[in-house]
């Protein structure tokens, strides 16, 4: 055990920990990561969507990633439900990345090396123990166990992240919930086929549901694709510990387009089996504790946009660990925020790929589908209010039509308005910011208050309102103390401060 604990040791070396790793180091903190070595052979290829980039960016990663040569994706080729081709380009023309995962890894952990963490790269965790709580903010240090290079080790830390994805050394404690009626079993095998594989546009990747499954084809090359089968192992005729190619087979036949795909292609690994089952936390951490990227959850591969979860994950893991180091005092604050945004980024993840099983169970009337079509349905969050709903709400409309006939404006703080402090997430750390709410709205329980609309800060604007008599004259103040905003945002934003009653008309005459 060395004698200072570290800032911080990250268990698992994928994109979550690597994320995690490489900004706590680059903010300077005394991070090590422990990761099992990556296994070539089975390792997955796996689509990355253009969105990817902006995690990219604040992880500071994003040229070593384009100059890694991995394939570009322009998008995906469906079969959906019996419907298709539907070939679906990315958004706007971006372009994504097909990524045989363990090249991926490896990458990012270099670079977490080269921002200043310690990587052990054959390290297996075998324990972590919470040490028990020390001084009033609850500040906890962990005893981490693990075999390194084949000997017992154990190092000290002041937070553990456990980013050790489906393994969950630490979530796998009474963390997780599993939704028993999906039960996924990705078989994987890779294939080429010289010259490649006379498809519109070889870089897609493809999705077939059929009957009772769904197949999956990723090009990690021009010509080397993975083809996977996702299937439910409780009505899959499949032995537990029995040979997994005739299964494959079996599977791969019932698709009509994928399976036809393979024929006269060599089969370069053979079948192999990984568990794709959802399942999330309950709860995303403890003091001096985070669960991140897949160990907290997992979400269907369908949604592909696991390593972006994971990446945004090991984001914000490292912005609450930072901040609970730095300031104590805020620790409860960032544990409770990265519960908080964890759960919706896997509710809004989770609702997406609903809505595509939803689509199949039209079509394939198998439980497979119609399980996966219910579940994440009851008790997912209401979407946060929407800027297209408040600009049909006739509150706002007829807000705005008054401002614009007003001779002059006579506003005051609305009576119901409150201020409230709320955590927000900064590049780096989390402060509290105040926010505004009045009942009813943002939300039902005035909880969370609302800063920002459409980028015009709202507390700026109930602040200047009651001091200026003019629209534009409020407009040039506000522009003077905030980044200058478009003219009909800071106008709608007026518009609905009014109509939800944070500001009103003041009162002719003084208060008594
Ligand atoms: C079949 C399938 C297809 C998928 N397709 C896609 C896709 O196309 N696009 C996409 O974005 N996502 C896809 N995903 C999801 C994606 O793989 C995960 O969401 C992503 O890998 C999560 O990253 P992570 O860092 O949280 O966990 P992981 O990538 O799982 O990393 C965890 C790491 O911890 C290590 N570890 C485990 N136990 C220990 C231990 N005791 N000690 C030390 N290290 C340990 C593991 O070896 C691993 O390296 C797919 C998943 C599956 C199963």
């Known amino acids: 055990m060395s004698a200072a604990p570290l800032d911080v040791v990250v268990i698992g070396g994928g994109p979550a920990g690597a994320a995690a790793a490489r900004l706590l180091a680059a903010w300077g903190r005394s991070v090590r990561v422990l990761a099992k070595p990556a296994d070539d052979a089975r390792t997955l290829g796996e689509s990355l969507p253009p969105s990817c980039r902006k995690l990219f960016d604040l992880i500071g990663v994003t040229r070593d990633v384009e100059a890694a040569g991995f394939l570009r994706s322009t998008g995906n080729t469906v079969w959906w439900g019996g419907e298709g081709p539907r070939a679906m380009r990315f958004a706007g ?139 439910d192992p409780r009505v899959t005729r499949l032995e537990r510990g029995g040979p997994l190619a005739p299964c494959y087979d079996a599977e791969l036949a019932k698709t009509a387009v994928l399976g036809p795909l393979t024929a006269g292609a060599v089969l370069n690994v053979e079948p192999w089996g990984c568990d ?94 119609t399980d996966r079509a219910e579940a994440g349905m009851p008790g997912a969050a209401p979407p946060e209010p929407a800027v297209d709903v408040l600009r049909r709400d006739p509150a706002v409309l007829a807000a705005f ?68 008599r003019q629209v534009p004259d409020l407009y040039e103040a506000y522009n003077r103390i905030c980044p200058p905003a478009p003219l009909p945002d800071f106008l709608g934003a007026l518009s609905v401060l009014i109509a939800k009653g944070a500001l009103q008309v003041a009162d002719d005459e003084p208060r008594a």
């Not at 796998?172 to 890779?190: E, P």
């Not at 945004?312 to 519960?339: E, I, K, N, Y």
């Not at 005035?446 to 015009?456: H, M, N, S, Y």
Request: hydrophobic share 45%.
């Open 276 to 369: 794709a089952s959802v399942y999330h936390a309950q709860t995303y951490g403890a003091p001096g504790m985070l669960l991140v990227g897949d160990a907290g959850s997992f979400i269907d591969p369908l949604s592909s946009c696991g390593v972006k979860k994971a990446l945004a994950s090991g984001w914000l893991a490292a912005v609450a660990a930072h901040t609970a180091l730095a300031d104590p005092g805020l620790a409860g604050v960032a544990l409770d925020l990265f519960d908080e945004r964890e759960r919706e980024m896997h509710t809004a993840l989770e609702r997406q790929s609903t809505e595509f099983f939803a689509e199949a169970a039209g079509r394939h009337d198998h439980p497979f589908w």
């Open 401 to 468: 039509d008054a401002l614009r006939r007003a001779p002059a404006l006579r506003l005051q703080r609305g009576d119901r308005l409150a201020v409230v402090r709320r955590p927000a997430i900064t590049p780096r750390r989390i402060v509290l910011e105040d926010r505004l709410a009045v009942p009813g709205w943002p939300d039902a329980g005035a909880v969370r208050g609302l800063r920002f609309l459409r980028g015009i800060d709202l507390v700026r604007v109930v602040e200047l309102a009651p001091l200026h």
């Open 93 to 231: 023309g971006g372009i994504g990345w097909q990524v045989r995962r363990s090249e991926l890894d490896r990458l990012l952990l270099r670079l977490a090396a080269q921002a200043g963490a310690a990587v052990e790269a054959d390290a297996v965790v075998r324990r972590v123990d919470p040490a028990p709580r020390s001084g009033p903010t609850g500040a906890t240090e962990s005893s981490i166990r693990y075999v390194g290079g084949g000997a017992p080790k154990s190092v000290a830390a002041r937070f553990v992240l456990d980013c050790s994805g489906r393994a969950g050394v630490i979530a796998r404690r009474g963390f997780r919930r599993h939704a028993a009626a999906r039960t996924t079993l990705a078989l994987a095998a890779v294939w080429s086929r010289r010259g490649g594989w006379g498809l519109d546009d070889e870089s897609h990747t493809l999705v077939e549901s059929y009957g009772d499954g769904w197949a999956w084809s990723v090009p990690v090359t021009a010509e080397q694709r993975y083809f996977t089968l996702m299937v």
